[in-house]
């Protein structure tokens, strides 16, 4: 039951003659309601202590009077109750309504303080299992049927877990729902006579008891390996034991070999962060000055598009606005990630000559000149598993710019690391932001967290910031392909060595080989430059007709410029020619052309 709320507009009054004949209350003036005021903001047991404070100061509970006229006191009957407020006596009446109280509370107080002292009053229910509580067989029914369900149809994904946050998930199939799991648990329990619970207690004992189990949803990255397992298991209940046993054994030596490619990642992101001295910033600096190690981590992001509206149009729905793409590089000891901007009109392609030359700039502008690298990446061989990767580091640590460099690739469908976390980031206050250029872009990521940076490589107009060069012409010349680069995870590179020694997984014996084709002499040669296309003039004039309606005023000339160059499909003649002039009548066509192409025919005129 809820006290009621003081009336501010009624005086605080009572009819005693404490103050020298006079009421109690005319002592004071703004002191009580300020107190009444204190007493309703407490809670009830705030207020219980307090109440219980002040009558320990004025209760009387002596088993013989105090009466100053008489020698000798007599038995008390009853224990008296002296009030008082900042030192002076006041009422009982005075003293309930300061404190908000009636007279069954006062008194069920005053008979605790005589048991209890000052101590919080406990509602004797509270200790008191009520008699339509749940049992603990009857909990512990539920969380097994849970357990038991998902042993069957989750799937685990150690370290690899989208869009959550724990490492411990059981995913459930997307189409299957707590109610649909709580139908065949009434099923089963009919089934053995047992005792079952409601929906809304199935829900709440998943939620609090089980909370690593949960529904996947759509469209989520998993891994292939895995989905094909727990199929097979799940369809083997019926198979001979040799083939169950086979199956389980596959499933379970890959979620190992996940899990120990998860935790060299996680291990060594934490000896780098240990030894990493505390005011380390990444920052241009020299090759080699730093006597120790750095870990990075690569990837690329979906691209974004732009202009962009949170509001989003809907026409705009149906083209295609300006393209730019984002590779991020993160260093996780910092922890700090670089997030290069690739716009549309410089980009050269996703390739990788543009991975390796985006990484270089990394290390050359923001590395911390460590003598021993480590690198992680997912398993693109596009992009990252391939010979001019491999050429490229081995070439940096020809060159002196690193003692030693390891790289190691993520198993295949478990590859989620940093660079997805600061992605995350980005993605989640562009889609709440509104976007109109490439600095608007830049400006997003800076604000998604510290974590962030943003580097442009190229501007709206074609200027380029960070150039790409052909490492690919360039290192072929040198090094040799790697026979079976695309089993390999793990590729480690030592200075003075024309060599790379290459592991099957970060655990396996490791196994040399040599790739020198010709000795590399040339240290500070650099490959040649591969200048961008930017945009034909058809997506130029696409961007200035379709997507400028969409831009904002201010951004107009720079995202969606007027074009320099003829239409698609127009002569220049015809763009110099007078908008009033009539364009010329269309040639009439032949019966024979017609007939051709099986359109109507043109009638023979009589004679």
Request: hydrophobic residues 30%; charged residues 25%.
């Amino acid at each position: 039951m809820e006290e009621s709320q003081p009336d501010e507009g009624k005086p605080i009054q009572c009819r005693c003659k404490l103050n020298d004949g006079n009421p109690c209350y005319t002592r004071f003036e703004d002191e009580l309601k300020d107190e009444q005021l204190n007493c309703y903001a407490m809670s009830r047991e705030e207020l219980d202590i307090c109440i219980l404070s002040k009558l320990s100061c004025g209760i009387h509970l002596s088993s013989e009077t105090m009466k100053t006229r008489k020698k000798q006191q007599s038995a008390r009957k009853q224990h008296r109750t002296d009030f008082f407020f900042h030192g002076f006596k006041i009422c009982r009446t005075i003293f309930k309504v300061v404190h908000g109280i009636g007279q069954d509370k006062l008194n069920a107080l005053i008979a605790h303080y005589k048991v209890a002292g000052v101590e919080a009053r406990q509602h004797k229910n509270k200790r008191k299992q009520p008699h339509n509580a749940l049992k603990f067989e009857h909990t512990q029914a539920v969380v097994t049927f849970i357990m038991n369900y998902a042993e069957g149809n989750a799937v685990i994904l150690p370290g690899r877990t989208p869009g959550h946050w724990k490492t411990d998930i059981k995913l459930l199939p997307t189409n299957c729902t707590k109610k649909k799991v709580y139908l065949q648990y009434c099923t089963a329990a009919d089934a053995a006579g047992a005792h079952k619970v409601s929906l809304r207690t199935f829900c709440r004992l998943w939620q609090q008891l089980a909370p690593f189990i949960v529904t996947m949803r759509p469209a989520t990255d998993l891994c292939w390996v895995c989905q094909k397992g727990v199929t097979k298991l799940a369809r083997s209940a019926n198979l001979p034991e040799v083939e169950k046993s086979e199956a389980l054994r596959a499933y379970e030596e890959h979620l190992q070999r996940a899990t120990t490619e998860r935790s060299y990642y996680t291990n060594i992101c934490k000896v780098v962060k240990d030894q990493l001295p505390q005011d380390a910033a990444l920052g241009p600096h020299a090759p080699c000055s730093f006597d120790g190690k750095c870990h990075y981590s690569f990837d690329f992001a979906q691209q974004v598009h732009y202009p962009s509206d949170p509001l989003q149009p809907g026409p705009i729905y149906f083209k295609c606005p300006r393209k730019c793409g984002l590779f991020g590089v993160a260093c996780e000891a910092i922890p700090k990630q670089v997030n290069f901007l690739l716009e549309e009109s410089t980009t050269t392609g996703k390739g990788a000559n543009c991975v390796v030359s985006m990484l270089h700039y990394f290390l050359e502008n923001y590395g911390l000149g460590e003598h021993h690298a480590y690198l992680h990446a997912d398993n693109c061989s596009g992009q990252n598993k391939n010979s001019c990767m491999m050429w490229y580091l081995l070439w940096r640590v020809l060159t002196g710019r690193h003692k030693s460099i390891t790289l190691s690739f993520l198993l295949t469908g478990h590859t989620k690391f940093s660079c997805d976390w600061c992605f995350g980031l980005v993605k989640r206050l562009y889609r709440k932001t509104k976007v109109d250029c490439l600095d608007d872009i830049a400006k997003v990521v800076e604000e998604s967290s510290h974590v962030n940076t943003a580097q442009q490589c190229g501007r709206e107009d074609g200027n380029v910031l960070v150039p790409t060069y052909d490492w690919t012409t360039f290192l072929a010349r040198y090094f040799r392909k790697i026979p079976g680069i695309k089993k390999y995870h793990q590729f480690v590179f030592t200075e003075g060595l024309p060599s790379v020694q290459i592991r099957e997984y970060s655990d396996s014996e490791g196994v040399i080989h040599n790739i020198e084709r010709m000795p590399f002499t040339g240290e500070d040669d650099m490959p040649p430059l591969i200048t961008p296309k930017g945009l034909d003039a058809k997506r130029q004039w696409y961007l200035h007709d379709e997507i400028r309606p969409f831009t904002s005023d201010r951004c107009k000339d720079i995202t969606t410029p007027l074009p320099a160059i003829p239409k698609p499909g127009r002569r220049a003649a015809d763009l110099e020619d007078s908008p009033d002039e009539e364009p010329a009548p269309p040639q009439p066509k032949s019966r024979r052309a017609n007939r051709r192409r099986g359109g109507p025919t043109v009638p023979e005129k009589e004679n």
